[in-house]
């Protein structure tokens, strides 16, 4: 999400689609290669410039910097068992992107100039993973980044956990989650932070898309503890959590499949507003415009919070 009038989605079949008018209209393209790539991630920084992560084999990066006319292969990963989740900027040159274990850890790779090359964070710096802990491609959001250098991962599975990095991926703790674990389809599914210490993690089990467990927690000191939302009113399994930008961390949203979710005091208390399914939901740190993106090509546009005064 770039502004109120630019935003990008990436869906299966190697396919994209790019807005430059509020939503009014998409472009729909596909990146023109033979395989069939599911991209799981978008990264935009305007309406030329774009990068998708694709899932699963073989795992690459794209770039686009003519608004998709055309995509220039950055990255290819040569393991065998990689599988990309998420990839996330703290500015427009230095991002990060995450894949399920590799060897027994976390596999990440960074970049410092905006894409356009990649390279492997060493294993030695991460801690270990446990037997079946993996991540969850299914919003482009188990990694999240904030402020210069902080960077947070979350994990399911076995163990529903944060990763947790003040140094953009160079050392790491890890720290567990009182989110729903122990099964293929449970655990930290979206990880968000409105600052350096305060943070939000959201999923739950996507195979019951109703199940109001334990799926939405909350930190205050940078991930080092989570905080269970009791009795929350979060309305199912959720997928991707967000902040709104301009709220002062006050309100956040919440999508899954079985509807969305909205919270007026930063992740203590929510309020479903339909029971619509959507996949993703991203906002714009310019204006506080949003999207969320859903099954079959569902497009949805969120009001900024000015508009609502």
């Not at 399920?100 to 492997?120: Q, S």
């Not at 199940?211 to 080092?224: E, V």
Request: hydrophobic fraction near 40%.
């Amino acid at each position: 999400m770039v502004s109120s009038q630019v935003a990008w989605a990436s869906g299966s079949q190697n396919t994209f689609l790019r807005t430059t008018d509020g939503g009014a209209s998409w472009m729909a393209g596909r990146v023109g290669v033979a395989d069939q790539l599911d991209f799981r991630d978008v990264e935009a920084f305007s309406a030329d410039t774009a990068l998708l992560l694709s899932a699963g084999q073989p795992a690459r990066v794209y770039r686009t910097d003519d608004g998709g006319e055309s995509w220039t292969e950055c990255y290819e990963d040569p393991s065998p068992t990689s599988f990309f989740d998420a990839m996330d900027f703290w500015d427009d040159q230095h991002g990060i992107a995450f894949s399920d274990p590799v060897h027994g850890a976390p596999h990440l790779i960074e970049t410092d100039d905006g894409g356009k090359n990649w390279r492997v964070i060493s294993v030695n710096a991460l801690p270990r993973t446990e037997e079946k802990e993996a991540g969850f491609a299914a919003s482009g959001t188990c990694l999240a980044v904030a402020g210069d250098q902080h960077v947070w991962i979350g994990t399911g599975g076995a163990v529903a956990r944060v990763f947790c990095s003040a140094d953009r991926g160079q050392s790491w703790s890890v720290q567990s989650t009182p989110l729903l674990s122990g099964g293929p389809s449970k655990g930290v599914f979206s990880v968000a932070f409105f600052d350096d210490e305060i943070g939000i993690v959201a999923g739950g089990d996507f195979l019951e898309p109703e199940g109001m467990g334990a799926n939405i927690a909350l930190t205050r000191d940078g991930g080092n503890h989570w905080k269970l939302v009791p009795d929350s009113g979060l309305s199912g399994f959720r997928s991707c959590v967000a902040y709104v930008p301009g709220t002062n961390g006050r309100i956040v949203v919440a999508v899954g499949t079985s509807g969305t979710d909205v919270s007026f005091d930063g992740g203590e208390t929510w309020k479903s507003t339909g029971d619509v399914g959507y996949n993703a939901v991203s906002f714009s740190s310019r204006d506080g415009a949003g999207f969320a993106v859903g099954a079959e090509g569902r497009l949805a546009r969120f009001v900024p919070v000015a508009d609502l005064d």
